[in-house]
Antibody
Framework: QVHLVQSGAEVKKPGASVKVSCKAPGYIFTTYHIHWVRQAPGQGLEWVGLIKPSGDTETDAQNFQGRVTITRDTSTSTVYMEMSSLRLEDTAVYYC????????????WGQGTLVTVSS | DIVMTQSPDSLAVSLGERATINCKSSQSILYSSDNKKYLAWYQQKPGQPPKLLIYWASIRESGVPDRFSGSGSATDFTLTISSLQAEDVAVYYCQQYYRTPFSFGQGTKLEIK
């Protein structure tokens, strides 16, 4: 079992930024890709981006217009997903998940973090 | 970007009967160099994160009951539950991981008839 533990719920105003964390055993970040996926209330799953063991990242730049930054702190075994210029439609549960090395399927997921954007 | 389209959007099946969910990709997700289809299936129950069921289109994740199976070609895929159990009520998603941005189907809600 791999436990990915995410930070708690956040409430933000439009235009603000939010930073969600995902903590896991240290070897996870040096071995596997970690992805972020979000799910708006009552909606489907939407891929946000990933960070590789090298520290390189890929995001859905077109969909998020460069508003997403994924980073990691290896000293605390934590990955972060920061989204800026928040909009009402960014309200969603944000999940981190592990890619076991097969190219992008996701076998272990965090519990999810609800980000609410409200004026 | 690759668009994934599932059908139907919802499905009601009697206990013990077969359930079939379809997923179509807007382009081939068969990688010629390894002959693998970069397609996964997930099950999501209310209030829970998704659970990986199938990867490489047809490989069952460890611990997943063998009533779940996946198949497909380069663009058309199927998730089959051979004998529906009450605990299979959930929303099912396909996902392509052939190319970023990775993408999911819109989901299929499976209920008991």
């Amino acid at each position: 079992q791999v436990h990915l533990v995410q930070s708690g719920a956040e409430v933000k105003k439009p235009g603000a930024s939010v930073k969600v964390s995902c903590k896991a055993p240290g070897y996870i970040f040096t071995t596997y890709h970690i992805h972020w996926v979000r799910q708006a209330p009552g909606q489907g799953l939407e891929w946000v981006g990933l960070i590789k063991p090298s520290g390189d990242t890929e995001t859905d730049a077109q969909n998020f217009q460069g508003r997403v930054t994924i980073t990691r702190d290896t000293s605390t075994s934590t990955v972060y997903m920061e989204m800026s210029s928040l909009r009402l439609e960014d309200t969603a549960v944000y999940y981190c998940a592990r890619d076991p090395g097969y190219g992008g399927n996701l076998d272990y997921w965090g519990q999810g973090t609800l980000v609410t954007v409200s004026s | 970007d690759i668009v994934m389209t599932q059908s139907p959007d919802s499905l009601a099946v009697s206990l013990g009967e077969r359930a079939t969910i379809n997923c179509k990709s807007s382009q081939s997700i068969l990688y010629s160099s390894d002959n693998k289809k970069y397609l996964a299936w997930y099950q999501q129950k209310p209030g829970q994160p998704p659970k990986l069921l199938i990867y490489w289109a047809s490989i069952r994740e460890s611990g997943v009951p063998d009533r779940f199976s996946g198949s497909g070609s380069a663009t058309d895929f199927t998730l089959t539950i051979s004998s529906l159990q009450a605990e299979d009520v959930a929303v099912y998603y396909c996902q392509q991981y052939y190319r970023t941005p990775f993408s999911f189907g819109q989901g299929t809600k499976l209920e008991i008839k």
